[in-house]
């Protein structure tokens, strides 16, 4: 079903546009259970951090310790290593298939936490503001 309205959020039949959508996803090796694992793990060169990452049961988990892991250089090599980790994601041919077929043809990731780099927020100061990259990315992935 190919819709022409931008997408409202990635949830329901959407929430495998998510970084924290169960998908292995591999970078520098190593298999992670979802992108967002594997995202915040590529903050960060050290075995020790990349493997506590790992461990962690949710990609919330992940999140909030890879937000203590930043190196200096990171704001201008996240977009890139999403743009590779979204490439891995989708290496998975189901998903691809969604990608191609069950997403509308902008994607637009809309979040109420103020994401205005990879989303656009919809809080009322924000109002659907931002950049949206990982939506661009994603359709980059789909090639569109």
């Known amino acids: 079903m190919i819709?022409?309205?931008p997408s409202p959020s990635f949830r329901?039949?959407?929430a495998f546009l998510s970084n924290f959508y169960p998908a292995e996803t591999e970078y520098e090796g190593?298999?992670?259970p979802t992108a967002e694992h594997a995202y915040q793990a590529a903050k960060t060169s050290s075995p020790t951090s990349r493997r506590m990452i790992l461990s962690c049961r949710t990609p919330g988990q992940a999140k909030r310790l890879g937000k203590r892991l930043e190196s200096p250089y990171w704001d201008r090599r996240k977009v890139g290593v999403m743009?590779?980790?979204l490439k891995s994601k989708f290496k998975n041919s189901d998903l691809m298939l969604k990608l191609h077929f069950d997403t509308p043809r902008e994607i637009i990731e809309y979040n109420p936490w103020h994401d205005t780099f990879w989303g656009r927020c919809t809080c009322p100061t924000h109002r659907g503001r931002g950049q949206?990259?990982?939506g661009e990315l994603l359709m980059e992935v789909r090639g569109t």
């Open 132 to 134: 949206n990259w990982l």
């Open 30 to 32: 190593v298999v992670y």
């Open 3 to 5: 819709m022409t309205q």
């Open 12 to 14: 329901d039949n959407l």
């Open 83 to 85: 743009r590779r980790i």
